[in-house]
């Protein structure tokens, strides 16, 4: 059971929405619009949608949205920057692959923000951006290393006092 919650005053504050209650929602809307219908659902877990919630019949495409890569960035450079190939390439490539970056991110990237901007500029911003998502990326990592190793160590503590050994990590 989904609980909806919301502030004070909104209309749906305290209503719950079971899964029996949202599918008989998705083949309410299946049977009264008649005729040629799509409707978009979005998740970024589908492993924990019930079956019964994602199966044929009741949502028969399922489409993965990936993060960009090369060949993506290629399309999306010719189309907004028509370049075909660039000194800053191999250098977006490599990023490309070491971060994750979605199509619609390098596309605002790449997309010219006024008449005076060239090719150059714009993928020095997409390079630049993907630097500093690879640089948070690996603040966020080393930053999750620090805390399993206090964790790791709070633990080691707690052994020692239960146990009365010394452990050496």
């Excluded at 299946?30 to 079956?51: M, Q």
């Excluded at 189309?79 to 977006?92: G, K, P, T």
């Excluded at 006024?114 to 990326?137: F, H």
Aim: charged content about 30%; glycine content about 8%.
């Amino acid at each position: 059971m989904m609980s909806l919650t919301a502030q004070t005053g909104n209309a749906l504050a305290g209503l719950t929405l079971t899964l029996s209650g949202l599918l008989n929602t998705i083949d309410g809307l299946w049977s009264a619009c008649p005729g040629e219908r799509i409707i978009v659902f979005t998740t970024n877990h589908v492993e924990k949608l019930d079956k019964a919630l994602i199966r044929r019949g009741r949502m028969d495409e399922h489409i993965e949205l990936s993060y960009c890569g090369f060949e993506a960035f290629k399309i999306l450079a010719k189309n907004y920057l028509e370049v075909d190939s660039h000194e800053l390439f191999a250098n977006i490539r490599q990023l490309l692959n070491e971060t994750e970056m979605s199509p619609a991110d390098v596309a605002d990237k790449l997309m010219r923000k006024s008449d005076g901007e060239n090719a150059d500029g714009n993928l020095m911003r997409l390079s630049k951006a993907l630097e500093e998502v690879q640089e948070k990326n690996k603040a966020v990592k080393q930053e999750e290393k620090e805390k399993m190793d206090a964790k790791g160590n709070d633990i080691g503590d707690q052994a020692l006092e239960e146990n009365g050994h010394i452990i050496k990590l």
